[in-house]
């Protein structure tokens, strides 16, 4: 394992918990956006992470996390009944993305704590770093 293996490993669960993050935003951003009714409604994402083995190709021998992919939610959406909306149809609907808050509000909440507790490791790490070199010089 290299010499700074826990700050590559730690980095990468940041990299992922921020583009959780970007993808949990980008989700409330537009939850309330409206499309006409023979249109799609905005598709949630999901970041879809997957462990690197120790000694991989992707992360040479530190291991971690990485982004596999992004997922997205159903373009059915949800149908409302607003008649005074300029997108609303003969009948007065128009389609919403079918989008939880309080889902969404937690996704934001965990992903926030992954990254602090990667930010945890970083900062540990370097500090043990630090006292190791500290020890090197005799001091």
Request: hydrophobic share 40%.
């Amino acid at each position: 394992m290299a010499i700074f293996g826990a700050i590559g490993v730690a980095g990468s669960g940041m990299t992922v918990a921020r583009k959780w993050m970007d993808a949990v935003s980008d989700n409330l951003a537009n939850m309330n956006t409206a499309t006409r009714t023979d249109g799609e409604a905005f598709r949630q994402r999901y970041v879809v992470a997957e462990a690197e083995e120790y000694g991989s190709d992707y992360s040479g021998d530190t291991g971690g996390v990485r982004i596999a992919g992004v997922a997205f939610g159903s373009a059915e959406g949800r149908l409302v009944y607003e008649p005074t909306n300029p997108l609303a149809d003969e009948e007065g609907y128009v389609r919403y993305p079918d989008i939880d808050l309080a889902s969404q509000m937690g996704q934001l909440i965990i992903s926030q704590r992954a990254y602090q507790a990667n930010a945890a490791v970083v900062d540990r790490a370097r500090g043990s770093y630090e006292a190791a070199l500290q020890i090197g010089r005799g001091a």
